[in-house]
């Protein structure tokens, strides 16, 4: 019996892991029993959101020798590849509010990976680059993110991977 750290709506929680007699994994609780979701693992949401979680679990510990987050490492990789892209249009390609978005280019810029510079056409605009240490720190970063991606790509096929990701931009896209 392994106890493993499993996050249910935002709870963690150590569970016992065992594997039953199909040869599938299942959670227990402390006394014994198999843990019942009852319908809740075949909730799309909660499938996805477990395995974003895992995800998201093993490439901080992938990045963090290198201190970055999935947001920090995003962020570089998108100035990186959108030379004069402003704090706004980064937060609305991630997703995120523009304070959020301000918090993540303060801290890289603390760091001296980001500068921010005011725009010659419009003056109200910042528009962010690397830094030379934001470009090597990046470099090692996506060295790193290579590792992270492909132990997870291991656990299918190509054909299955490709549709996968049809599945997931079918999703992305309904908004």
């Known amino acids: 019996m392994q106890k493993t750290p499993v996050c249910a709506w935002g709870m963690i929680e150590s569970m016992n892991k065992m594997t039953n ?53 995003a962020t570089l990789w998108l100035i990186k590849e959108n030379p004069a892209i402003s704090q706004s249009e980064l937060a609305s390609v991630l997703l995120m509010d523009r304070a959020t978005m301000l918090v993540i280019i303060d801290k890289l810029s603390t760091r001296g990976l980001v500068k921010r510079k005011r725009s010659e056409v419009d003056r109200r605009r910042h528009e962010l680059c690397l830094t030379d240490e934001g470009e090597a720190l990046l470099a090692q970063a996506k060295e790193l993110i290579k590792g992270h991606e492909q132990r997870f790509k291991n656990l299918f096929t190509k054909d299955e991977l490709a549709t996968f990701f049809k599945f997931l931009d079918v999703i992305a896209n309904q908004s």
Not at 59 to 72: D, M, N, S, V, Y
């Open 21 to 73: 007699n199909t040869g599938k994994e299942e959670l227990q609780l402390s006394s014994g029993k198999p843990v019942s979701l009852k319908g809740l693992d075949e909730l799309l949401g909660y499938q996805l959101k477990r395995a974003q979680i895992i995800l998201q679990r093993d490439f901080l510990e992938t990045l963090a020798p290198i201190g970055l987050t999935q947001r920090q490492g």
